[in-house]
């Protein structure tokens, strides 16, 4: 039995084709290490995740700030200084006992739901931020009538001890009026 008899240039072929295949795989290699590097240390990506946590705490914090039960005040009244700081926090403990007392006597129960929200500017590295919530607030009242009213809301954020909180809130301007 006799071997088939290999030439110089039959295998030269294969070996080229070999060659070229691998250096083709190491270059798809090395720029696909190079892409992920660049993704995983973008400045741009760690800011949309600051941007996007802020946006979820601010849409939450304001939400809380505007709902209420008069049945679990205390509660309630907790929730919101949780979800402050600064000087909206200590506005918030200062007026505590009058405000409790206030919705003791309506006996209302207020509740909000976060219609949209985005975050108007963000400084990242200042943990200061700003946002435009806009909120559906349905107030019942003892007699169980509901009504429901549409608000746009300015908050800051602080990011304190790593989490952002409220530390102002306050109404957006309507379409038409001045802003000073």
């Known amino acids: 039995m006799t071997r088939p008899v290999r030439t110089r240039a039959g295998i030269r072929p294969a070996l080229a084709v070999a060659l070229v295949l691998t250096l083709a795989a190491g270059a798809s290699a090395a720029w696909a ?6 993704a995983a240390h973008d400045d ?6 600051q941007r996007d946590e802020a946006l979820a705490a601010g849409e939450q914090a304001v939400q809380n700030l505007n709902t209420l039960d008069h049945q679990r005040v205390e509660q309630g009244l907790d929730l919101w200084e949780s979800s402050t700081t600064g000087e909206l ?26 219609l949209s929200g985005a975050v108007t500017e963000l400084d990242d590295r200042a ?9 559906r607030i349905t ?3 003892p007699d169980s009538k509901s009504t429901d009213k549409d608000s746009r809301m300015l908050g800051e954020l ?23």
């Open 33 to 38: 290490g190079r892409d992920w590097y660049a």
């Open 158 to 180: 602080t990011r304190t001890d790593g989490h952002w909180k409220l530390s102002a809130l306050g109404q957006a301007p309507v379409g038409g009026t001045a802003v000073g």
């Open 44 to 49: 741009s990506a760690a800011y949309a995740v």
């Open 89 to 114: 926090h200590k506005q918030l403990v200062e007026g505590r006992e009058e405000f409790t007392g206030q919705v003791k006597a309506a006996r209302t129960v207020t509740t909000a739901r976060v």
């Open 139 to 141: 107030v019942t009242t």
């Open 127 to 135: 943990g200061r931020a700003r946002l435009l919530v806009a909120l």
